[in-house]
């Protein structure tokens, strides 16, 4: 989600968590706010925040942008690395690859998800944390551990977890804490996607904050950098290229636009790259990019002989689908499906403008991988859910952290799933179907 925020406490070494950044998601350019948090010096190993030593919150206010943020600045006096760490192992994850050429696990066929012969849509939430606590230097991810947190997925009915990424916190960059960058962050995400898929949950891992050259991703960009995100992705790729429960969702929410390109179409620039302007973010002034085109990545992701599914968005914060498939990338593997987010302060907001998307829909899945409300209410994502299931599309509510149902908009109000007003909409509904 690109504005709201939330501010929680956090756990220091590997234990993580803390200003949480939610990511609504915005087509109207607007952005979110700040928040700061205290550190606990008690730490967990296996990467995870226990809400229990969370001592206070402080919810930021929604300021109408669009943007994430995080409560730190993520600006540090170390010397700046353009390598990944030697350090960092891109061991594939350890669950058996099928060697024939007919696809098994979860896939693509014609405009559907299918699993075991079944089709499958993607229904369940997001967890924030990994894409900013890394940064600020107080955690990895944020929740308690495993199969605490788990049991209350599995309570909601969820089948699948959307996990935000850092590109550099996994690639070992940059001057990031090696407490919380290199092995220990791939160690821990490692960790948390095996526990979930042990219980037959999926896992979408999003590149969420990505930054060019020697600046660290503490907030959003309008598009991934091409010096780190196509190694990002290689690496990622090479990690899970051996599970097909685990979607690729390339980059979060781009928002190029006719003010923050260099020259040419927007969409063009999402599909091949292009050069940025100098951009002015809540948190630092970035220099001209050259940004990755979404090809660039699905392009990474191939190189490695990952066959995974792919999901790609749009511009407007993903809230904008109308140049989707005439600037959808190649992929020789016919994996792709299209990224949609959703929120009631977007511009895309009602069946009308969803009913735009049909085309899409028709030629490959659809993925909402945000859906929410900053309203402390449940009507709006009801309606969107009951025009999905009839539409035969995938959503995930944002998020599963214990921020404000306002300000994250955050589903549950304690990690054993105890709902907001918000998620208590999502959960029945996921358990009614």
């Known amino acids: 989600m690109r504005g709201l925020v939330s501010c929680v406490s956090v756990i220091s070494a590997l234990s993580l968590a803390g200003c949480s950044s939610s ?18 010096d008690s730490a967990r190993a296996d990467g995870f925040v226990d809400d229990s030593a969370k001592s206070d919150t402080t919810p930021g206010g929604d300021t109408g942008t669009r943007g994430d943020s995080s409560g730190s600045d993520g600006a540090k006096d170390t010397t700046p690395s353009d390598t990944p760490s030697d350090t960092a192992s891109d061991t594939p994850f350890d669950t058996p690859s099928d060697t ?5 696990g979860l896939h693509v066929e014609s405009n559907h998800l299918v699993d075991g012969g079944k089709t499958v849509r ?9 894409e900013y606590s890394c940064v600020g230097d107080y955690g990895i991810l944020e929740g308690p551990t495993g199969a605490a947190l788990i049991d209350a997925l599995v309570s909601w009915k969820v089948n699948t977890l959307r996990l935000p990424l850092n590109e550099q916190c996994w690639l070992g960059i940059n001057g990031i804490d090696t407490k919380y960058a290199g092995d220990a962050y791939k160690t ?13 949950i999926y896992v979408i891992l999003d590149l969420h904050w990505a930054a060019p050259g020697t600046h660290q991703p503490n907030e959003q960009l309008p598009m991934a950098d091409l010096d780190h995100a196509p190694e990002f992705w290689k690496s990622v790729a090479t990690t899970f290229k051996g599970d097909p429960g685990v979607i690729f969702d390339l980059f979060n929410e781009p928002f190029l636009d006719g003010g923050n390109i260099a020259s040419g179409d927007p969409w063009t620039c999402l599909q091949k790259g292009c050069t940025v302007k100098s951009y002015k973010g809540s948190k630092a002034t970035y220099e001209a990019y ?17 066959k995974n599914v792919i999901m790609v968005a749009g ?4 809230n904008d689908l109308s140049g989707w498939l005439a600037h959808k990338p190649t992929d020789p593997e016919n994996q792709l499906t299209a990224s949609f987010h959703l929120y009631n302060f977007n511009s895309c907001k009602d069946a009308t403008c969803w009913a735009t998307h049909d085309a899409i829909a028709k030629a490959v899945p659809l993925v909402t991988g945000e859906i929410g409300e900053d309203d402390c209410t449940h009507g709006f994502v009801d309606g969107y859910m009951k025009y999905a299931d009839s539409a035969g599309l995938s959503y995930l509510g944002w998020t ?4 404000d149902c306002k300000t994250g ?25």
Do not use: C
């Open 100 to 104: 024939t050429t007919t696809p098994t």
């Open 290 to 306: 050259k940004s990755a085109g979404m090809q660039d990545l699905v392009d990474a992701v191939r190189s490695t002989g990952a």
């Open 122 to 130: 993607l229904l369940g939430v997001n967890h924030s944390g990994a």
């Open 188 to 200: 821990a995400i490692k960790s948390y996607v095996a526990d979930l898929r042990a219980r037959g």
């Open 400 to 403: 599963w952290n214990t921020w």
């Open 23 to 40: 990511d609504g998601g915005g087509g109207d350019g607007t952005d979110a706010g700040d928040e700061t948090s205290s550190v606990d």
């Open 409 to 433: 908009p955050a589903l549950i109000s304690n990690y054993d799933g105890t709902p907001t007003a918000f998620g208590q909409g999502i959960r029945d509904h996921l358990r009614s179907l």
């Open 315 to 318: 511009l407007a914060y993903t």
